[in-house]
């Protein structure tokens, strides 16, 4: 574990969220105008095997893989193959059925397309092109709250067929080659099979809300978390898994280059962070905004912060102003209030102010 001088608190702080907040196992990394400053891991990766989190750990990152996919289809507007303000029914046809000829992709990756559900019901979760089928033939939700609900899967069927539209790759390929070797990330949509040894086992201790038709958020899904049919599925909403020092890097290469390699322009990075839709999400009862894919800052911390969250605690994003990525992964899930990721982010605002580049 290391940090750079001037971030001695973050490693301090990753320390007592052992300590004081009984983390089980985690990682935390962090980079500062390109170049790393944070790389923290400890504590256990299996806690049924007591296998020790160590520099190799993989992990699930269940929504902040949305940030993955957003850049993806902000390369294909980059190269002019589609643009924000199309209808989705453009590239893919069948998915105007049922009066979604309306629905752009501005509205999918902001999640106003009213399809936060699959009505078919989920039971072929993992096989990408039925549920694109059962999401085309599906009307949009006719209930008034639907215009601004969390898709917390259906978004990534949604956006993983654009991307196979139009390129021919789906999006974990694409990601893959577009992405992960040009910046040598430890990321990746959908998990190799030979590297499933490295993952982290996931935890769901007692007392975490469950609720709602999600799939992936009821009792006893640790099954399906930590199968080897889930991670090799590359669900483009919650299918990926990364090292914290491969996704604070991506995010690093969001804000200038890294190692001499820079992959989306300046400007679409400011279109893909340049907000769409702020407001109360329903179902939660909680604020949350949107940019084309990313969410942006809601609460505490820098006002240009965009990245995106994953369900049970883990944290990525970046602060343009500070110049400044992270990233935050953790086995054992949690509701809110969870104060883990919170305190290594005050600590490193801090230290990146201090720094003064």
Not at 49 to 64: C, E, K, N, Y
Not at 109 to 135: F, I
Not at 165 to 183: H, I, K, M, S, Y
């Amino acid at each position: 574990m290391w940090t750079a001088a001037g971030f001695e608190d973050v490693a301090e702080a990753f320390e007592r969220n052992f300590v004081e907040r009984g983390e089980v196992g985690a990682a935390f990394a962090a980079y500062h105008q390109g170049r790393l400053v944070v790389d923290l891991w400890g504590g256990t990766a299996d806690p049924e095997t007591g296998r020790a989190w160590d520099h190799d750990t993989i992990h699930l990152m269940f929504s902040g893989t949305k940030g993955l996919t957003t850049a993806c289809v902000l390369l294909l507007v980059q190269r002019g193959q589609v643009a924000l303000t199309d209808p989705l029914s453009r590239y893919w046809p069948e998915f105007g059925a049922e009066g979604k000829e309306w629905i752009t992709i501005a509205d999918v990756l902001s999640h106003q397309a009213r399809l936060p559900h699959v009505e078919a019901g989920y039971a072929d979760l993992l096989d990408h092109d039925v549920m694109a089928a059962h999401l085309a033939a599906q009307a949009p939700s006719a209930d008034p709250r639907a215009g601004f609900v969390y898709h917390a899967i259906t978004w990534g069927w949604l956006l993983d067929e654009l991307v196979r539209r139009v390129d021919g790759r789906t999006v974990g390929r694409f990601f893959a080659e577009e992405f992960a070797v040009p910046l040598e990330l430890e990321v990746w949509i959908g998990l190799p099979a030979e590297l499933q040894w490295r993952a982290a086992t996931m935890v769901a201790p007692d007392g975490v809300l469950f609720d709602g038709p999600n799939p992936l958020w009821v009792p006893g899904a640790e099954k399906i978390w930590n199968s080897e049919e889930y991670r090799s599925a590359g669900l483009a909403a919650v299918g990926g898994y990364a090292t914290a020092r491969g996704m604070a890097r991506f995010y690093a290469s969001l804000l200038g280059e890294v190692d001499g390699v820079r992959v989306l322009a300046p400007e679409i990075v400011e279109l893909g962070r340049r907000e769409i839709r702020r407001g109360i999400e329903p179902t939660w009862g909680s604020p949350m905004a949107y940019g084309a894919g990313f969410e942006l800052q809601t609460g505490d911390g820098p006002a240009d912060a965009f990245g995106h969250a994953g369900a049970g605690g883990s944290r990525h994003g970046a602060w343009p102003g500070r110049e400044t990525a992270y990233s935050y992964l953790m086995n054992e899930v949690r509701s809110a209030p969870d104060e883990r990721a919170r305190t290594l982010l005050d600590v490193l605002s801090r230290g990146s102010r201090a720094t003064g580049r």
